[in-house]
Nanobody
Framework: QVQLVQSGGGLVQPGGSLRLSCVVSERLFNQALMAWYRQAPGKERELVAQISLGGRTTYADSMHGRVTISRDNAKNLVDLQMNNLKPEDTAVYYC?????WGQGTQVTVSS
């Protein structure tokens, strides 16, 4: 059974940091490019960052320079470290691999 289980997120003030984590089923983790997406209210889901099996990373312009995606091969874990968060970063964040999605995690940036 394929699973992507997310943790982290919550409420943070502008300029703050958050770390999202996603534990992935081993088979999927070892086969797939992993990514984080986000969806703000009234907007389409958009890519935030992705990381290949070999560790090559790609970032969306919207968060480039403020976010780092990483994968821990020993733990089947994909992390998203977000810094200098802005109110416009408020969204539900999703872990993605293959054709599968995590359950979503709310990130709210507000003072």
């Amino acid at each position: 059974q394929v699973q992507l289980v997310q943790s982290g997120g919550g409420l943070v003030q502008p300029g703050g940091s958050l770390r999202l984590s996603c534990v992935v089923s081993e088979r999927l983790f070892n086969q797939a490019l992993m990514a984080w997406y986000r969806q703000a209210p009234g907007k389409e889901r958009e890519l935030v960052a992705q990381i290949s099996l070999g560790g090559r990373t790609t970032y969306a312009d919207s968060m480039h320079g403020r976010v780092t995606i990483s994968r821990d091969n020993a733990k089947n874990l994909v992390d998203l470290q977000m810094n200098n968060l802005k109110p416009e970063d408020t969204a539900v964040y999703y872990c993605h691999g293959g054709t599968f999605w995590g359950q979503g995690t709310q990130v709210t940036v507000s003072s």
